[in-house]
Every structure is written in structure tokens, then in C-alpha cells.
């Protein structure tokens, strides 16, 4: 397929003709091997974002796509394999018929799509022969950038483990410069800069193996792979390639993480080697292989959240009329000294209040803008609610490619501010003060170096 680095409208209809068709072969082939007319519609949408998303590659920094990406995969997909048998946990099963489920999601997830779409910003579209362009040329005059702030993300990741609670965030935030510092290499002439990036990611993933948490680890090679294909010129298959190489790679973390977790790996590289010979190269005749693929189910499978709330509410407890968002708003917008009631992000209250599950201390679950959606406004409210969402995306974006007429290089720092943003399990709580404090925080970085050490960053 041919890879469309232009808007000219001669191109856009073709495209969407191959797009459509090809979601519609993949529901077709879901709904020959037994799944539902409504899996078939899921499974058709997850497809055509999936190849929006791959599209996008190399022409922009698909933010948007990544969102809607996740949705569907962790909203529909993971839902069509629950519904298809492939997930028997206790808990966390789907609460509600597919027919009950499935239209007001697939109903919320195109409402957002209408919405992120319907002020686009003509800039986005020629990231790559305009905005590419100004950053390389920029960053040619000061070739050290990329290793000075790697070097400054991996200080303040050792000075945030001392950071009272208060803090921490901040610095967890400047700790993550580090890779921001790896995407200014991907751009930068520098000969060394693929051995430093390899570098630094491989220690981001010693880093997860050690702690079995490997969500970073997966949100930023997503990240700086953006980057990577913008500066790459790939196929539309060799790309997809790519995509389906990261799920292997992500399933394959899945099964690792399992093993840690249960105490039957170690959480190191030499650990996570045995994994792979006995339990991926089939060198061993691993039982749990099924336990592991429906944990992987499970973790893709955030539509079970949903459809607990939209079993929980109305029938056990009240819609909450806008009240979490009312709190979210208040609570971004005014500091805690003036808000001494301010809610905790995490998500654990929100998921507790709208499902009715007690959760450990040491478990964080969020109940997603679609669940927190419905909590608050019911189903029409809740699609409602998701428009709204998307084209405050929208804005944001729009904003950030507006500053980069003045300053191209702020481009390189979305990633650190949407980080949180585009899971598809944060809340409203979680994203405002994510997005806030992240755009507050990258404006400061910026000041500082231009203002004071008179560095054009």
C-alpha cells in the first residue's frame, strides 16, 4: 500500500476505500470462525484504527491514533476474546450481554473519533516535510542536547527516590526527560546516538524486569518509535510488520511478568532468557502457557471495568451527576494549599465508588473516561462526554503545533506530555493533572534554558 506523505484529496478517498474494505475482510473472517454480528463490527473498527494508526506513521506524531488505538484494542478486542471464552477469571469477566455493551461503546469511541477530527489542525499534517525539517536544522547547531538530557532525566530519577510525596511527581516527570533526551538523538547527527539510545533502553528494561512493572518500558518504545519512523522511510506493510512484532514482543513480556511474579523467574536478564527458551521456544512443556494467555487477555481486557460499572450503576448505586468531574477540574486547576480536600489521582476512589470492588493498597485501577463517563451522565451522556473529551485533545494538540511555529522543538516533548494521557484506563482526574502539570513543567524547561543558562532547546 502506497504510503501517503500528502493530504491531496486525490489520495484520501482511495485510502479510506482500502481501509474500510480490509476491516471489513477481518470482521468477516471473526464472524466465519463463530463470533457475533456485534464482535464483527468490533473487530472491523479495531482493524480500521489499527490502520490509521500504521497510515499515520512517518507523517505525523499520531497522538490521537494512539489513544483510539488502545481503545479499541483494550474496549473491543480484549472484549471479543472475553465474550469468545478466553478469559475465565472470577473477577474480572464481562458483566453485561454483548448486545448490552458493545453499541454504547463502539457509540463512545466513535463519538471521541468525531470529536479529536473535527478541528484538526493543518499543521499536524506536514510534520514531516515542515516541522522535521525546522527541528533537524535547529538541533544542528547544538549537537549535545540529546546526551544533556539524558544525562539530567537519569539525575533526577536517582534524586526522586528521596522526594516526599509532594514531589515526587515532579521529578518522576523530569526523571522521563531522559528519553525525550533519546528522541532529540534520533534526530540529531551524531554517530554514537543509536548505541546510546540502544543503552538506555535496554537499562529501562533491566529496570522492568527488576520490577515487573513493564508499562513504561512498552509507552516508550511506542513513543520514540513514532519519531523513529518519522525520520524512516517504510512501507505500509514493512510497518504493520513492525506493529504485529511489538504485540509478539508485548505478549512475550506478559508471560515474563507472569513468571516473576509467581516466584518462578527471576527478575533479572538472565531470568528473563529462561523464559524465553522454556516457555517461548518451547524447549519446555509449560502448563501455564494457557494461564499465561489468558492473563494476557485479562490485561488487555479493560472493557470489563466498563461493563462492571454499567452493571453496578444504576442498579446498586446512583449516577454520580458530574460530580467527579466537577471534582477533577477544581482540583487541576486549583493548588492543593487552596484545595485542602483535592482528590489523590490513582483512580482507586473513582473505581471503587463506580464498581463497588474494594481494591488492595498496593492496586491501582482506573475506570477509564468511557466508564467515568457513564458513572456521571449515563449512556447518552457518557458518548456525550466522549466527544467533549476528543476535542479537548484536540485543542491541546492544536495549541502544542501552534507553539511550535516559534519553538519547532516543543514537537519532541508530547510525549512526556500525554505519558499518562493516552492509557485507556486513566480518568478525567488522572488526565488533567497529568496534562497540566506535564505542559506546566515542559513551559518551565524551556524558560529556565532559554531565560537563564541561554540554551535554544
Not at 74 to 84: E, T
Not at 140 to 162: A, D, E, M, N, T
Request: with cysteine; charged share 15%.
Amino acid at each position: 500500500m502506497e504510503l501517503i506523505t500528502n493530504y491531496d484529496k486525490r489520495y484520501k478517498y482511495p485510502f479510506f476505500v482500502k481501509a474500510i474494505l480490509f476491516s471489513f475482510f477481518t470482521g468477516i473472517v471473526f464472524y466465519i470462525l463463530g463470533a457475533s454480528l456485534l464482535s464483527f463490527f468490533a473487530v472491523l473498527l479495531t482493524t480500521y484504527f489499527l490502520i490509521l494508526f500504521v497510515n499515520a506513521l512517518g507523517n505525523n506524531i499520531p497522538i490521537i491514533e494512539i489513544m483510539l488505538l488502545l481503545c479499541v484494542l483494550q474496549w473491543l478486542l480484549g472484549p471479543v476474546l472475553a465474550y469468545a471464552g478466553y478469559n475465565n477469571h472470577y473477577k474480572y469477566y464481562m458483566y453485561i450481554t454483548e448486545k448490552e455493551y458493545f453499541p454504547f461503546v463502539i457509540l463512545g469511541i466513535l463519538a471521541f473519533f468525531t470529536g479529536s477530527i473535527l478541528v484538526r489542525n493543518k499543521r499536524e499534517k506536514y510534520l514531516k516535510p515542515v516541522y522535521l525539517e525546522k527541528i533537524t536544522n535547529h538541533l544542528k547547531s547544538s549537537p549535545y542536547l540529546g546526551y544533556s538530557f539524558i544525562l539530567f532525566g537519569w539525575v533526577c530519577s536517582l534524586i526522586q527516590r528521596f522526594m516526599p510525596g509532594s514531589l515526587n511527581f515532579i521529578f518522576f516527570l523530569l526523571a522521563n526527560s531522559m528519553y525525550i533526551g533519546v528522541i532529540y538523538l534520533l534526530l540529531q547527527p551524531s554517530r554514537l546516538k543509536w548505541w546510546v539510545t540502544g543503552s538506555v533502553l535496554f537499562l529501562l528494561f533491566l529496570s522492568s524486569l527488576q520490577s515487573s512493572m513493564f508499562h513504561g518500558l512498552l509507552l516508550w518504545l511506542t513513543f520514540i518509535s513514532l519519531y523513529f519512523f518519522s525520520i524512516k522511510k517504510y512501507s505500509f506493510q514493512r510497518k504493520l510488520l513492525f506493529i504485529f512484532l511489538g504485540i509478539g514482543f508485548a505478549y512475550i513480556i506478559q508471560i515474563a511478568k507472569w513468571e516473576i511474579r509467581n516466584g518462578t523467574a527471576q527478575g533479572n536478564l538472565s531470568g528473563f532468557v529462561t523464559v524465553i527458551n522454556d516457555k517461548v521456544l518451547g524447549e519446555d512443556d509449560y502448563d501455564d502457557t494457557e494461564t499465561a494467555t489468558q492473563d494476557f487477555v485479562v490485561r488487555l481486557n479493560q472493557g470489563w471495568i466498563i461493563s462492571r460499572i454499567m452493571y453496578y450503576i444504576p442498579v446498586e448505586a446512583p449516577f454520580v451527576d458530574g460530580k467527579t468531574v466537577k471534582d477533577a477540574i477544581s482540583s487541576t486547576l486549583l493548588p492543593r494549599f487552596l484545595n485542602p480536600g483535592k482528590a489523590v489521582v490513582g483512580g482507586k476512589e473513582y473505581f471503587e465508588l463506580f464498581t463497588g470492588f474494594v481494591l488492595l493498597s498496593s492496586t491501582s485501577m482506573g475506570a477509564s473516561l468511557l466508564g467515568e463517563g457513564y458513572a456521571n451522565f449515563g449512556y447518552t451522556g457518557a458518548i456525550v462526554f466522549m466527544f467533549v473529551i476528543g476535542l479537548f485533545y484536540r485543542f491541546a494538540l492544536n495549541t502544542i503545533y501552534k507553539i511550535a511555529d516559534k519553538y519547532p522543538t516543543v514537537i519532541l516533548w508530547i510525549p512526556l506530555i500525554f505519558l499518562q494521557v493516552v492509557k485507556a484506563e486513566s480518568d478525567l482526574l488522572r488526565v488533567l493533572n497529568h496534562l497540566v502539570k506535564a505542559s506546566l513543567l515542559v513551559f518551565l524547561i524551556y524558560w529556565v534554558c532559554y531565560k537563564v543558562f541561554k540554551w535554544r532547546i
